[in-house]
């Protein structure tokens, strides 16, 4: 196996939504907004090789949307996902697997593109795209909170084309879902968001999605307002930290414009932050 971080692009939100409760007194000290209140972020994505597959984890923001849609979110940077695979000597033709976490617009929209007026299809020609069947119908059945975040034109084209297949959820973790792959799945950002679990040359790394958007995020109280259960956020993050800080997981971050990766700690204040590199750092 290999693994490759991939940033599809960047974009800004604002920091209040981003923290939820907490004041900008303090989430201002790790993630210091501009002007108008927003800070910025990254949309990185994983390829994995593994013998005859190869497997995306998240697509990003995509470009197929309008230009209004887009000025409310300043993206920036030149990363796009289609060029960054190119880079890697591969093409959208070679993609087999795509595992989208889940199916707001800044986690999948980068795997739909528009071929027409009011005509869409997959990038991936040649892949299976993986969610699960609960967040499946949540995203296409979308309550009035989240209508805004799941775009019929990322998410319906995908089972339109006979590519869509779903995990299997066994309770909250499902072992082997592909070779070293396992996945657990968190209901308080949104429902049956998937957390892969991969076993990386004697280590595990996790693809930490919304659960944990940046190393700002590590407080147990630092949670994102745009999560429909936050309650349920805090008692799940509370229980994934501690056991990533005491088996030494390595969490790869999504959305962390700074830190790709980290590693955490148990301290007096409870869990905190140990170490920030990058991937290519460690591995």
């Known amino acids: 196996m290999k693994i490759h971080p991939l940033n599809t692009g960047n974009f800004k939100l604002d920091g209040g939504a981003m923290f939820g409760v907490v004041p900008k007194s303090l989430w201002s000290r790790t993630n210091p907004p501009d002007e108008n209140n927003m800070c910025s972020w990254s949309m990185r994505c994983m390829l994995i090789e593994d013998e005859d597959r190869l497997m995306l984890v998240d697509t990003g923001i995509g470009d197929k949307q309008s230009e209004k849609f887009f000025s409310y979110y300043y993206l920036f940077g030149d990363d796009s996902l289609i060029g960054n695979i190119k880079k890697l000597g591969f093409t959208p033709d070679d993609i087999t697997d795509v595992f989208l976490t889940h199916l707001h617009f800044d986690h999948c929209g980068g795997a739909i593109q528009q071929v027409g007026e009011n005509k869409y299809e997959p990038v991936f020609k040649n892949a299976h795209f993986w969610s699960t069947e609960k967040h499946w119908k949540w995203a296409t059945e979308p309550n009035q909170r989240e209508k805004a975040s799941f775009l019929k034109e990322n998410i319906l084209p995908i089972q339109e084309s006979g590519q869509l297949k779903y995990v299997p959820r066994e309770g909250d ?13 968190v209901d308080g950002h949104t429902e049956s968001q998937m957390i892969p679990h991969i076993n990386y040359q004697g280590k595990t790394l996790v693809f930490m999605a ?15 307002g745009y999560d429909t259960r936050p309650l349920k956020t805090l008692s799940e993050k509370e229980k994934f930290l501690k056991r990533a800080a005491d088996e030494e997981y390595i969490l790869f971050l999504e959305h962390d414009h700074v830190n790709e990766c980290c590693t955490l700690q148990n301290t007096e204040k409870g869990v905190r932050l140990k170490d920030t590199f990058k991937f290519t750092d460690l591995f």
Do not use: E, R, W
């Open 210 to 224: 919304d659960l944990l958007p940046s190393v700002g995020h590590i407080p147990l109280p630092y949670v994102m």
């Open 173 to 185: 973790f499902t072992k082997d879902v592909f070779n070293n792959i396992d996945m657990l799945f």
